[in-house]
């Protein structure tokens, strides 16, 4: 078995993706995909999850590697709260057991990436904070997280990752730019890294993101 | 008895409520002849309308399934058969948009066959129809179809910029002698590096030193640094170069002689009571030599930091993993000096086939590609250091073999593969042209040997794209 790149997106499904929103997700998200699957290396090594995150915290999609992937349509429900505290925890279980760590007869994989989406901020602050450490833990690569809309708050994210992209509107064209910037950041990983050393992320694209 | 039950329900349903006549009319009627037709068709009618019913319902609960029809990948040959037992009315008659993919649909077996032409994501519109008796519905389900491409075909192979800063060739050979065996190397950009038109990373040096000794030298710059191609070159000829020293080498012969042949050590008037014990000169003649080395390690650092204060860089954006091994025939064998930091193996197969050995340590990172570096300063006070010299000798071997992670990580997988006796057995067989293409490195020919190890540099390997350098004594 090669070494793989797992790449975890943690979706914020809340009420208030209802709408628009939602469907420029659904729109950027399998547009991302499909951009990937031309990228050689991605199709080599890359490996998906996707955890949705409101009211309820799922694993939409397990863990799955990039040339089985099939298109997904991710929903919301018509109101409720954002749990993304329960929705890192998740996160930590998952990915606590499928990296695997290079020993002397396997293959470790390379540093995983998290993609956190959200359009709010987290309802369950108190186990937000709380999983922020153990997310840390798990040595990601690159975490990006992005704030998306006008009531999108920035500072939570600042609390998990210094990468944070703010996104104005969460339209269909700004959620396409956004996941074409995933998906350069995405190829730029599964190079050589050095121990200990962060990741770079490409230059956002233009005046749409602004990475605070 | 139907026609009993017929007109009680009727007339609950028409809210009649019974009486003393309407037992006794109920009683005649169901001998009538027109009220015994009416319930017979009425009853007809219903079971009619409810067969209709369920075969739409069928049809709804069809389209509503989840049909995944996995993956296919353009040129290979595909097959999938819809399993329908959980609607046995329904049955599909074609599948429309299935022609642009190039596969075909036989309506008999339920099965989609045949080899995709291309690349492509399509929703299928498969047209399926439920039939009970002698009625049917025909309707349309959409299911998604993906066709990938095969990652051979995704793979670009862009020249590198020429006129940019440290510009590399895409790849290099080399054959000569080497003291009284012959040197083979090759070292060929990785497809990671072609697709993005980016420069080889990996480099090597091969050098006749004073005094008959030799030196291979082989380093893989880091991917993830900017201008690693000119840390590899600069670290593979700066060491080699660095014992173009006639003074040193002759002290580290005659060290490696000490060392071998402790006999040839001359005590005038050592007392075999007070004088040192042999395993304590022993040691202090390892530390020698491994100082004569180390002190040539130190001095490259100091060039690389130089070199990057100079043209105005980070250091670690020269970040690079080093490998050498420095060689000389003596009458009682071959010396082996080996050096190494980083993940790329120093590999000899003695005179005995089977008998291999791996001379450095590897620093493998928990995560791949982490490993170490020349230009990072801590490894050199790092209790560890010593460890990364070998001093060895054979009296004779078959080959000294130093690769880059880009052919290590295909063909052995993991460090621990690297003294498996089956795993060299496979890799020279492989190298003898037993592989997908049927390359073959033909060690008994000089000519053109450095062309064909370049060839069989480019094998196919899943997840294994990075450059590759192979160099290899024989």
Known sequence: MNRRLLAYFLLDTSGSMQGEPIQALNNGFNGLISMLRADPQAMDSLHISVITFDKEVKNIVPLTDLASFQPVEIKCPESGPTHTGAALEMLCSLAGTELVKGSSDRKGDWKPLLFVFTDGKPSDLQQYRAAIPRVKALDFGVIVGCAAGPKAEVSFLKELTDEVAKLDTTDVNTLTT???WVSSSIEMNGKSQGTGEHMALPPPPGELIIVV | MIVETFLKQLLSESNIA????????VARLTHNAKINELAKSITAARKLALTIFHMYKETEEFKDSQVILPNAVSRKYYEYRFDLSLFPNISIREIKNLDKTGLTFDA????ICGIPTAALSIDLQVLF??????N?????KVIPFIVNADPKDLWLNKPSNRN??????????YAGSFLDKRIVVASQRGRSHAHEGTFRDDHFCVRKLPLEWEIIAVADGAGSAKFSRQGSKIATEYIAESFNDELLLKELGDQCVHFFCPETIATPGNNPETGPSPDDLTIKIKSSIINILYKNVRSLHTALADFAGKEEIQLKDLNTTLIFALVKKFNF???VLTFGVGDCPVNIITENPRDIRLLNMLDIGDFGGGTRFVTMPEIFSHSNMASRFGINKFEHFSKLILMTD????PKFVTENKLEDKDAWANFLEDLNGQNEDGLKVDFLQEEGIQDQLLLWLNFWSKGNHDDRTLAIIY
Do not use: C, H, R, W
């Not at chain 2, 019974?18 to 009319?25: E, I, L």
């Not at chain 2, 880009?406 to 990580?409: E, L, P, R, T, V």
């Open chain 1, 178 to 180: 956004f996941f074409k």
């Open chain 2, 18 to 25: 019974p009486d003393k006549f309407s037992d006794s009319t």
């Open chain 2, 108 to 111: 008999a077996s339920a099965m």
């Open chain 2, 129 to 134: 129809t439920s039939s009970q008796e002698n």
């Open chain 2, 136 to 140: 049917e519905v025909e309707d349309i």
């Open chain 2, 164 to 173: 940019d800063l440290f510009a590399k060739e895409d790849s290099d050979k």
């Open chain 2, 333 to 335: 064998g071959y010396v």
């Open chain 2, 406 to 409: 880009g052919i290590y990580d």
